[in-house]
């Protein structure tokens, strides 16, 4: 049985069933909860849903994008086929627009000027931040080096850099924690898409602590994943339904299991092309993709 299913979906009930509506700035309301946390013993089960399909691959290569390329550039994940970031893109002429349909770019809903030197990006956000203060570099130094110390944090939210991002990160912190010969990750967001964001980002996270664990000679440990506004966008209600209906009457698959190549030591060495050649899910079972359109 999935642990993950199981608190997922009891998340999504609650979220029906005794979350409020709310409007926000994508024009789509949501119901949400003020605070939900999970916690995942990273040695017993690798945390993704098997009631549908995630993009795994594209859930890695996103995280791989923001803390081993450290980029902006969306050019890179389109290069590897991910899709996920097309509509924040800002355009050729340095202008970030969003559309009514994204598809047909018929329909401008509103417009920000970054500068020609943006295009192509989405501004001072994600892979921008850790390049700028070496996050990535300084934590696996310190969890080497000083795996005690409590100032292992990588903060991707810096004020300084708001205005000029197109979205500012929705998953925001992560805090780091050796205890016993295990590596822990304490993971927040300032808000989650249930239905879309949440199961990508709890998977990230789970293979970003297996990583660093790899190179640090460490074990993983216990992921912390916390996130205010826990919502589900209206439009998302019936594939959530879908969803719940999968788990009652066809129940989830046992977790696949996470294989990372033991010859690479270097957390910059590990491939980032579309096969993903060192990073791989075993055995990975589950009832199919629900397709939902996000909310820009």
Not at 2 to 26: A, H, M, P, Q, W
Not at 124 to 131: K, M, N, S
Not at 132 to 149: G, V
């Amino acid at each position: 049985m999935s642990k993950f299913d199981k608190e997922y979906l009891t998340l999504c009930k609650e979220i029906l069933e005794e979350g409020i509506e709310v409007e926000n700035r994508t024009g789509i309301n949501t119901i949400k909860i003020p605070f939900k946390s999970f916690q995942f013993d990273l040695s017993e089960e690798f945390p993704i849903l098997t009631t549908k399909s995630v993009a795994f691959k594209s859930a890695v290569l996103e995280m791989l994008w923001f803390y081993q390329a450290q980029s902006n550039d969306v050019n890179w994940l389109q290069e590897r086929k991910v899709r996920i970031w097309d509509e924040w893109k800002i355009d050729d002429d340095g202008i970030y627009r969003i559309y009514d349909d994204f598809d047909t770019k018929n329909a401008i809903k509103s417009e920000k000027y970054f500068g020609k030197e943006a295009a192509g990006t989405i501004g001072t956000a994600y892979g921008y931040i850790v390049h700028r203060y070496q996050m990535t570099q300084n934590l696996i130094e310190t969890l080497k080096t000083n795996p005690n110390d409590r100032r292992m944090i990588m903060s991707l939210w810096q004020n300084e850099f708001l205005d000029t991002a197109v979205l500012p990160s929705c998953v925001w912190n992560s805090m780091w924690d050796v205890s016993d010969g295990k590596l822990n990750a304490i993971v927040t967001c300032r808000s989650n898409d249930v239905g879309l964001g949440m199961p990508f980002n709890i998977t990230q996270y789970a293979v970003l602590t297996h990583m660093l664990a790899h190179v640090t000679n460490l074990k993983p440990g216990t992921l912390y994943y916390n996130t205010k506004d826990a919502h589900i966008y209206v439009n998302h209600i019936e594939h959530i339904k879908e969803q719940l209906r999968r788990y009652e009457e066809l129940g989830d698959f046992d977790a696949p299991e996470l294989w990372l190549n033991p010859e690479i030591t270097d957390f910059f060495a590990f491939d980032n092309s579309r096969e993903l050649k060192d990073i791989k899910l075993l055995n990975y079972q589950n009832h199919g993709p629900i397709k939902m359109k996000v909310a820009v």
